[in-house]
C-alpha cells in the first residue's frame, strides 16, 4: 500500500525544467589593444672615442652622472700638442713677413711674380697648418657631445688613447625621453588596417596612438606614450614589423635594454559584442559554440565567429546580437531544444561579464 501511494505522488509531481544563468548580451563602444613584448632603448647614445692620440692626464666626471652637453670628460696631455702649435705658429710668421715683403717689392719688379706667388702660397699652407695644429689641441680636451647619464669609464689617468680607436672611453645615453621597440606580426598589422579600412574599428578622436607600458614585476607604468613609426620591412626570420613608440621617462624609471609589454591602442569597435568566456566552448571540430536562451525559454545552439578576447570576455563578430540571453551557469545539465528557467546572472557567476568600454584586448 505504501508503495502504491508513492507511485501516485510521484505522478502527480511534473518534472520541474533546469534552472540556468544567463547575461543578456548588450552593445557597446569598446577600445581595443595588442599586447606587445619589447624592449627599451635610449632616445640618443653617443660614444665617447678619443681624436687624438695621447695619455689621459685627468677623468673629470663621476662614474653614473648625468651630465650636460659640452661638459669636458677628459683631459689629455697637450704638450706636444702645444709644441706643434707654437711651431705652426711661427712658420706661418715667416711666411707671412715674406710674402707681405716681397708684395711691395714686386711693384718695383725686384722680385718676379712667380716668386710672390710661391711665398703667398707657402703663407696660406702654414695658416692651415695652424688650424690643424689648434684643432689637435682642442681634441686634447673630451667634450660631452649629448646631455645624459655617462656610463662607466674604460680607462683611468695614465692610460695611453688613440685616434680612432674601436674602444670608446665612455658612453652617454638620453634617457628622458626613451624609447620602446615592440614587434607587432605582419598578419595582424594587416588585418588591424583592413579593419579600420572597412569601418569595422575606428582609429580614437585624435588619431594618435597610445601606448602604455607593464614592467617585469606586473607594475603599470604611470606615463603613457605614443607610437612613433614603423618599419618600412619585414623580418625574414619571424615575419614581423618593428614598432617604436616614445616615453616620457622624468624620473629614469625605464633603463635601456629592460624587457616590457607595450599595450597599444589598436582602435574602436562600435556596436560591439561582448560574451562572457564562461559561456563560449567549441565542438569537436573546434567551433566555438554558445547556448542561448529563446522567447520560449528553450534552449538554442549557436555557432560563432569570435575575434579577441577582451578581459573575462570574447569579442563576437557573429553568431549572437544584442538581446541574446547566453548561458554562463547550468551547461552540464541541458542541451539543445531543452526548456529551462533562466535567470539573470550576478556578476561573479559571469566572470566580470560587464567590463569597461575600454579593456585591453589580447589576439586570439
Avoid at 181 to 189: A, I, N, R, W
Wanted: glycine share 6%; hydrophobic share 40%; proline share 5%.
Amino acid at each position: 500500500m505504501l508503495s502504491g501511494c508513492n507511485k501516485e505522488k510521484a505522478a502527480a509531481d511534473p518534472v520541474q525544467p533546469p534552472q540556468v544563468s544567463v547575461v543578456t548580451l548588450r552593445s557597446q563602444s569598446v577600445t581595443l589593444s595588442n599586447d606587445l613584448p619589447g624592449r627599451t632603448s635610449a632616445y640618443r647614445l653617443a660614444e665617447v672615442r678619443p681624436q687624438v692620440d695621447g695619455i689621459v692626464l685627468k677623468r673629470l666626471f663621476q662614474e653614473g652622472a648625468d651630465i650636460q652637453a659640452g661638459e669636458q670628460l677628459y683631459q689629455i696631455d697637450p704638450s706636444t700638442y702645444e709644441v706643434t702649435l707654437a711651431s705652426a705658429q711661427a712658420s706661418l710668421e715667416q711666411y707671412r713677413s715674406l710674402a707681405s715683403r716681397y708684395r711691395q717689392l714686386i711693384d718695383e719688379q725686384a722680385v718676379s711674380k712667380q716668386e710672390y706667388d710661391t711665398a703667398r702660397a707657402q703663407q696660406m699652407q702654414a695658416e692651415a697648418q695652424v688650424k690643424s695644429a689648434q684643432i689637435n689641441l682642442r681634441y686634447t680636451k673630451m667634450f660631452a657631445p649629448i646631455s645624459g647619464r655617462v656610463g662607466r669609464s674604460t680607462v683611468t689617468e695614465g692610460a695611453l688613447v688613440s685616434n680612432g680607436q674601436a674602444t670608446p672611453l665612455a658612453t652617454i645615453q638620453q634617457l628622458d625621453p626613451i624609447y620602446v621597440d615592440v614587434t607587432q606580426s605582419y598578419g595582424e598589422m594587416l588585418k588591424l588596417r583592413r579593419a579600420l579600412e572597412n569601418g569595422q574599428l575606428q582609429q580614437s578622436a585624435d588619431k594618435a596612438a597610445k601606448v602604455n607600458l607593464t614592467l617585469e614585476d606586473g607594475s603599470e607604468y604611470p606615463l603613457q606614450g605614443s607610437l612613433e613609426f614603423s618599419e618600412v620591412s619585414v623580418d625574414e626570420t619571424t615575419g614581423s614589423v618593428t614598432l617604436r613608440a616614445v616615453f616620457p621617462n622624468p624620473d629614469h624609471v625605464l633603463l635601456p635594454g629592460i624587457f616590457v609589454h607595450a599595450r597599444l591602442q589598436a582602435g574602436i569597435a562600435e556596436q560591439a559584442i561582448l560574451a562572457p568566456q564562461i559561456g563560449v566552448t567549441r565542438d569537436l571540430k573546434g567551433t566555438p559554440t554558445a547556448m542561448v536562451v529563446t522567447a520560449d525559454n528553450k534552449v538554442e545552439q549557436r555557432q560563432l565567429k569570435v575575434g579577441r578576447t577582451v578581459g573575462p570576455n570574447v569579442l563576437v563578430e557573429s553568431g549572437l546580437s544584442a538581446g541574446d540571453k547566453i548561458i554562463v551557469e547550468g551547461l552540464q545539465f541541458i542541451k539543445p531544444g531543452a526548456t529551462v528557467v533562466a535567470q539573470e546572472a550576478r556578476s561573479d557567476e559571469a566572470t566580470g561579464a560587464s567590463v569597461a568600454a575600454n579593456t585591453s584586448a589580447k589576439s586570439e
